[in-house]
């Protein structure tokens, strides 16, 4: 038996065996679930034991997962806490605060008042923006490559992350301005749900999921057709992972995608039009961060920093 197992899969493991269930491990680990399996598959064979059921409805642990799983969380929590450790001990050495991002928080300058507030405060401290692909929901904060990022909720994994609210707003729909529904003021939820969406990766798991808008969609199937149930997935027309992208396809005829309206404005640009979406709860824009890094001195003043800019409007 080989014992040279990766920290990431003892991560996969612990996901599977609390969740029961790959596809929600899965979504959990923003993951597809075809890799998740192989990676489980990969760590049985390095320790020569299955670990896991395979049924119908779900998975159990063997006898050997159940003997595993507490030294799992155990070497996962250990190494954690190193890492947090490293983390900290570079960021006092530098002074430097990665701030992640995948798109600019721009609204009313925000970030210039944040930065301007927090380098007030700890006038030797280095904020350094960061940009990140949408592939990646956390912007950074789950590799680590972030120490603090500005993200849309929700979060996969969400217990690993706090966050403070930076923005509450109006899922608007976004689609080219030949489209019939673009002369309309307004539309409804309902009008929509038969036409392609614009998605994100499927990295980005239950993000992804919320802009396409499956919760409104099962409510909708529901009210439609009760005993039949939910489960129609979404018509995708293509994927998106920048700005730009999802303005080419927008303009292409591709499909028509969400968008919150303080964002609007990055891919109105000519061709494309937004309107309001009747039957929609709204998107929410946070500062979020690891909660092993909440005693972090520059991670705390950040945050403070943008508690403070966001009360004051």
Sequence with gaps: MTTDVHVRELRYFAAVAEELHFTRAAERLYVSQPALSKQIRALERQLGAELFRREPRGVTLTEAGTALLPHARRVLADWTEGAAAVRATLAARRGTLVVGMSTSPGRGGLL??????????????????RQMSWHDPTAGLADGTADVAYVWLPLPDAG???????AEEPRLVALPDTHPLAARPEVDFADLVDEPFLALPPEAGVLRDFWLALDERRELDERRA????????????????????TYEALVAGLGICLVAS????????GGVTTRPVRGLSPSR???????????RPLVRGYVEACRQVVARG
């Design 112 to 129: 210039p008042a944040i930065r301007s507030r927090f380098t007030a405060a700890h006038p030797r401290a280095l904020p350094r923006l």
């Design 262 to 269: 303080g964002n609007a404005p990055l891919i109105t640009l």
């Design 285 to 295: 824009y946070a500062l979020a961060w690891r909660r092993e890094d909440e005693e």
């Design 226 to 245: 009760p005993a039949v149930g939910t489960g129609r997935p979404p018509r995708i027309g293509a994927e998106i992972a920048g700005t730009e992208e």
């Design 160 to 166: 690993r992350y706090a966050w403070t609210p930076v």
